[in-house]
Structures are given as structure tokens and as C-alpha cells.
């Protein structure tokens, strides 16, 4: 039986990943590549080992794999990564089938089955596609299917340029009620600075504060991944935010790791588990305008949990659809939230400052509905208290 939406996670530590009931697990390209930049397939395989015997001894496993860019490089003829989007989103339709297939046939030899699930931010944010998806990945796991989870690259822009799979693993986690998230890339633990540079490695962090001085390079080797160190510990951040404990370590330590080993570096949980679609608005979405709020609505914006209304609005900046994401910023230019906008731009500016029953007096019974609904608005930097 699935956890509430707002429990924390059973595992507090790192010695619970060994009993953990459910857990997320990401590799990135760097750990599934070789030299000339083709698919490992001897990563894979002991990847599959690995995780084969987590499965055995009873946690369930969602695997979010990079890699689909990396596995079409060489039937393309490819020598290295494409910079143009397009041959990027060309090679990801090529290689996702041949990576796919790869773990299908590692995960075969223990008797297992996989299943593809090609995800974007979109699908995990919306409410009736992120109904699908639970719905999806739970069955999946019931029926004992290892889900083999990738962003849906050969159609993602954004997602596909910013190596969005670290911050995607960390929402698959708050998806499917994760106990942990284990981030793998090649390089053994987050360090204060580059270990060529003499750094140290951090075993545990507690909050933002253990981060502070710490430079975070690039994790992965040029060419292969998109992703660094930099996004794996924004992506740990985001599910300790969320009441998911994280650890990011080598692919190489894998095996210890699952068994709970003093490897790596863990990011305890902060704080209770928090809705999707807030997490995703305060660390990931791409917003398409702002709307301008008086000091008045700011107070109840930030310390009420108030809906925004129109009366509380004195400008609307940039092109939007309902629905899309935006800023909310006091007079001063602070930006104090970002929400889910009900009306588009071309809407607002007649509603500006009016109250809801003039709207409605003047408009009709469609403008009764709030600007950005409390549901749908998300305090910037609110996880961090």
C-alpha cells in the first residue's frame, strides 16, 4: 500500500537504502558510454546485476536512464554528441529503441521484464497526465515490471538541452512515493571542490548551509552527457525538499550503495513530502511572463496562502496562455512566487485591480474564477525553510 501524499519517508539514513520498500534510481550518459561515445553495453549489464539483486531482496526499483542520445550516435555514424537540437532529438529517437533493448535483454537473463516510460516535466505536472503516469509506473510495479524511465527526447526541447534527466528523477521519486533517490554518474561523491584540485569529499548534507563554498563542476566527460554535478545535487535538493532522502555516488559503487555502505554523499530529508506540481514550479518550470502584484497583495500572496485575484494586480508583463506558468513579483521586482496563471495575458489587463464581483457585474460569470489559484502557486525558495 502506497504512502500519503504528505508522509515522510521510512528511511532516514543511509543504512535504510538496504530495507528500503521502494527506491528511484538514475544513471546518467557518462556512466553508460564509451570512450568514442557509443553505448557501454557492459554498463548495463552490471547495472542490471546490481539492481537485480536489490529487486531480489524485495525493493521495488523505477531505473530513470540517460543514455538514448549516446546508443544512436554510432548507427547514425556519429563521432560525437550533436550540438543542433535536432540531430540531438534524431539520435535520441534511434538510440532509445537500441537502449531499451539492451536492458531488456540484461534484465531477461534474471527473468525479468521492463517497460519503456518516456516522460517530460509536462507529463508529471499536468493533473490528469500525472494521474496517468502514477497509475502507469504503480501497475507496472505491482505486476513486478522494472520501469525504465527516460524524458522523451526525440520531441523535448528544453528538457533535452539543459540535461534535465537528474531534476526528471527527482519527480519521479515524489511520483511514485519513492523511499529514496540514488543519483549515479562517474564520479564517486559531491566534492567541496574538483578532486583533481585536491577536494574533499562530503558524506552528509543537512540543508543548504553544507553546500555553502562548495564549487560544483561538471560531472560528466565533454561530449557524452549534458548533465554535472551541479544538477545532481539541485536534484537531490529537490527530493530532500521533498521528504525523499538522496544519495548521488559513482555507478561503480552501485553495489555498495544499495547496501547501504558509507559511500557517497547523502542529503537527508528536510521536510514532509510536498506536491508535484509545487516542486516543479518552484525549481523547474520555464515561466512566460509576470504579473505585478500592490504591496497588499504580496502580504497575502506570501504570508496568507491567499489565491491571487485581479484586485490585487497592477501590471502584466509577457506573452502567456492560460495555464502556463509565471512569476509574481512585488513592485519592487522581487519575485516572492511563480503559479499557474487562469487567464492568458491579452485577458488581464482590462481586469487589473477591479474586484471579483465587478469582474463578474461587468464581464460575466467566466471572470469569477481567481488569477492563480493558492493550489497553484508555489513560494519561491519555500522549501528551504
Do not use: C
Not at 584540485?197 to 565533454?222: C, N, Q
Not at 514532509?272 to 504579473?291: D, I, Q, S, Y
Amino acid at each position: 500500500m502506497s504512502r500519503g501524499g504528505g508522509q515522510p519517508s521510512p528511511v532516514t539514513d543511509r543504512s535504510g537504502l538496504a530495507s528500503a520498500r521502494r527506491i528511484v534510481v538514475k544513471i546518467g550518459s557518462s556512466s553508460l558510454s564509451t570512450v568514442d561515445g557509443g553505448l557501454n553495453v557492459d554498463a548495463v549489464e552490471a547495472l542490471e546485476r546490481v539492481l537485480d539483486r536489490v529487486i531480489t531482496r524485495g525493493t521495488q526499483v523505477v531505473l530513470v536512464s540517460s543514455g538514448a542520445i549516446a546508443a544512436g550516435l554510432r548507427p547514425l555514424g556519429l563521432d560525437r554528441r550533436p550540438r543542433d537540437l535536432a540531430t540531438q532529438q534524431a539520435a535520441a529517437g534511434v538510440g532509445q529503441g537500441l537502449l531499451v533493448a539492451h536492458y531488456s535483454r540484461a534484465f531477461a537473463r534474471h527473468g525479468r521484464t521492463v517497460a519503456q516510460v518516456l516522460l517530460t516535466a509536462d507529463d508529471l505536472v499536468r493533473r490528469q497526465h500525472y494521474a496517468n503516469a502514477f497509475r502507469s509506473l504503480s501497475r507496472l510495479l505491482d505486476l513486478g515490471v522494472v520501469p525504465i524511465v527516460n524524458e522523451n527526447d526525440a520531441v523535448a526541447t528544453h528538457e533535452i538541452r539543459f540535461g534535465d534527466n537528474d531534476r526528471l528523477a527527482a519527480l519521479v521519486a515524489n511520483l511514485v512515493k519513492a523511499d529514496a533517490l540514488v543519483l549515479l554518474s562517474d564520479i564517486d561523491a559531491v566534492y567541496d571542490r574538483p578532486p583533481s584540485a585536491g577536494g574533499t569529499p562530503l558524506r552528509l548534507v543537512r540543508g543548504a548551509a553544507d553546500l555553502e563554498g562548495v564549487l560544483l563542476g561538471s560531472a560528466g566527460r565533454a561530449g557524452v552527457g549534458t548533465g554535472g554535478m551541479a544538477t545532481k545535487v539541485e536534484a537531490a535538493t529537490i527530493a530532500a525538499q521533498s521528504g525523499i532522502p538522496s544519495l548521488v555516488t559513482s555507478a561503480a559503487l552501485a553495489g555498495p550503495a544499495l547496501d547501504a555502505q558509507e559511500v557517497g554523499t547523502w542529503f537527508s530529508a528536510r521536510r514532509g513530502r510536498r506536491p508535484l506540481r509545487l516542486l516543479w514550479l518552484e525549481h523547474l518550470a520555464t515561466t512566460r511572463g509576470r504579473l505585478v502584484l500592490d504591496d497588499g497583495a504580496v502580504t497575502a500572496v506570501a504570508t496568507g496562502r491567499r489565491s491571487l485575484l485581479a484586485a490585487g494586480i497592477v501590471a502584466v508583463e509577457g506573452a502567456f496562455e492560460h495555464g502556463d506558468p509565471v512569476e509574481i513579483a512585488g513592485l519592487d521586482g522581487r519575485v516572492l512566487a511563480r503559479g499557474l496563471v487562469n487567464y492568458a495575458s491579452d485577458e488581464l489587463p482590462e481586469m487589473l485591480g477591479r474586484s471579483t464581483a465587478h469582474l463578474v457585474a461587468a464581464l460575466g460569470p467566466h471572470y469569477e474564477r481567481v488569477v492563480v489559484h493558492a493550489d497553484d502557486l508555489a513560494l519561491v525558495g519555500a522549501g528551504t525553510h
